[in-house]
């Protein structure tokens, strides 16, 4: 193999590192894309034999969005091996005993169980918030793109844009606000 | 495919190189004869030894051509090739016209093609025209220079336009008639 062709296989096989940003983001729905970006099956060259798969890293995983009653109804099962070492956690308190836990769990189980999906799941990251180490950082060269837009509270919006927001009508005078 | 318990070669179809541009460069080093002088299964073998053998090793000065009797056995073939393989082949019971095909298809044939089991059926040295696909191939320009993480890369641009934003858009609008029909 010449130089060039050399080179050009390094190109190819290149593996790249992108960050999602969870912040009101579904753990389910997304697990479903950062799997995708972890196995490198948005690559043209995706083959379940080659190692093509990218590296992720998740921020913000403190605040993800659940659904309707998941918090309160959500568990997540563990067994210690011995008699009576079951144990079902509660999704909030998974979540405040460790932030990441959630939706490292949904990208694991959104992957097929076979070999590879313990060394795919070594490449995927997660922090809490949003200061993540900076050698992590200055590899990440993509972001990929969230699936819901990320509400903003009212009082975050700066009052000057508020009151010149368009008004369909104004309140009475004598109007008392609740 | 899983090729590690066959002892079948696999490769690639592919041309000698150059060969035949400019100079040709026969391929066939040596060829062995081996047949008995008795046994009726050498028939063949014998009547192509008496009749073309030497205009044979006449046509092709590169080749060596040994012959190997041998009492009682078989008739059988061996050719071996600039590259390194060797061809066995049986010739029992074969006429002196079939002998003579096989012969030049060994004569013609560059290495032991028949044992190689092609993994594709075509091949080129171009692949593609534009260039293999990279990770940088398609990408946009802008996260050249970006500060990762940022929402203008991050956020969703594909949902469709809110309520909220479209009554905006018309406000803006109309504002702007309003400004025109003003003048």
């Given at each position: 193999?010449?130089?060039?062709?050399?080179v050009q296989?390094?190109?190819?096989?290149?593996r790249?590192?992108?960050?999602?940003?969870?912040?009101?983001?579904?753990?389910?729905?997304?697990?479903?894309?950062?799997?995708?970006?972890?196995?490198?099956?948005?690559?043209?060259?995706?083959?379940?034999?080659?190692?093509?798969?990218?590296?992720?890293?998740?921020?913000?995983?403190?605040?993800?969005?659940?659904?309707?009653?998941?918090?309160?109804?959500?568990?997540?099962?563990?067994?210690?091996?011995?008699?009576?070492?079951?144990?079902?956690?509660?999704?909030?308190?998974?979540?405040?005993?460790?932030?990441?836990?959630i939706?490292?769990?949904?990208?694991?189980?959104?992957?097929?169980?076979?070999?590879?999906?313990?060394?795919?799941?070594?490449?995927?990251?997660?922090?809490?918030?949003?200061?993540?180490?900076?050698?992590?950082?200055?590899?990440?060269?993509?972001?990929i793109r969230?699936?819901?837009?990320?509400?903003t509270?009212?009082?975050?919006?700066?009052?000057?844009?508020?009151?010149?927001?368009?008004?369909?009508?104004?309140?009475p005078?004598?109007?008392?606000?609740? | 495919?899983?090729?590690?318990?066959?002892?079948?070669?696999?490769?690639?179809?592919?041309?000698?190189?150059?060969?035949?541009?400019?100079?040709?460069?026969?391929?066939?080093?040596?060829?062995?004869?081996?047949?008995c002088?008795t046994?009726?299964?050498?028939?063949?073998?014998?009547?192509?030894?008496?009749?073309?053998?030497?205009?044979?090793?006449?046509?092709?000065?590169?080749?060596?051509?040994?012959?190997?009797?041998?009492?009682?056995?078989?008739?059988?073939?061996?050719?071996?090739?600039?590259?390194?393989?060797?061809?066995?082949?049986?010739?029992?019971?074969?006429?002196?016209?079939?002998?003579?095909?096989w012969?030049?298809?060994?004569?013609?044939?560059?290495?032991?093609?028949?044992?190689?089991?092609?993994?594709k059926?075509?091949?080129?040295?171009?692949?593609?025209?534009?260039?293999?696909?990279?990770?940088?191939?398609?990408?946009?320009?802008?996260?050249?220079t970006?500060?990762?993480?940022?929402?203008?890369?991050?956020?969703?641009?594909?949902?469709?336009?809110?309520?909220?934003?479209?009554?905006?858009?018309?406000?803006?609008?109309?504002?702007?008639?309003?400004?025109?029909?003003?003048?």
């Amino acid at each position: 193999m010449s130089a060039c062709k050399r080179v050009q296989q390094w190109a190819t096989f290149a593996r790249t590192w992108h960050i999602f940003d969870c912040k009101w983001q579904d753990p389910y729905q997304s697990a479903g894309v950062i799997k995708k970006y972890l196995m490198g099956m948005h690559k043209p060259i995706y083959h379940p034999l080659n190692d093509c798969g990218d590296v992720v890293v998740c921020i913000n995983s403190r605040e993800i969005a659940l659904r309707g009653e998941d918090w309160r109804r959500r568990a997540y099962f563990h067994h210690t091996g011995y008699p009576g070492g079951a144990s079902w956690t509660l999704a909030w308190e998974l979540h405040n005993k460790d932030p990441t836990m959630i939706i490292r769990k949904a990208v694991y189980r959104a992957m097929q169980g076979n070999l590879q999906r313990r060394h795919t799941m070594e490449r995927l990251f997660i922090y809490p918030g949003e200061d993540i180490p900076e050698d992590v950082l200055q590899n990440v060269t993509n972001q990929i793109r969230q699936l819901r837009l990320v509400p903003t509270r009212l009082d975050h919006i700066p009052e000057e844009e508020v009151k010149n927001y368009p008004k369909v009508m104004d309140y009475p005078e004598d109007y008392i606000l609740k | 495919m899983s090729n590690k318990n066959l002892f079948l070669k696999s490769g690639f179809i592919r041309a000698p190189i150059q060969n035949g541009v400019g100079r040709f460069v026969p391929q066939l080093q040596r060829i062995v004869l081996k047949f008995c002088k008795t046994y009726g299964a050498s028939q063949g073998l014998r009547e192509f030894i008496e009749q073309d053998l030497v205009d044979f090793a006449k046509e092709n000065p590169s080749v060596v051509v040994y012959l190997k009797p041998r009492r009682h056995r078989g008739p059988v073939i061996v050719a071996e090739y600039l590259n390194g393989d060797r061809v066995w082949m049986s010739v029992h019971n074969k006429t002196h016209s079939e002998i003579t095909k096989w012969i030049e298809v060994l004569r013609t044939q560059q290495g032991d093609i028949s044992s190689l089991r092609l993994r594709k059926y075509q091949y080129t040295d171009y692949p593609s025209v534009q260039g293999p696909w990279t990770p940088f191939t398609f990408k946009d320009p802008e996260l050249n220079t970006a500060q990762l993480p940022d929402p203008h890369f991050g956020a969703n641009d594909r949902l469709p336009i809110t309520a909220t934003e479209k009554l905006r858009l018309l406000f803006e609008k109309q504002k702007l008639s309003d400004v025109k029909t003003a003048e």
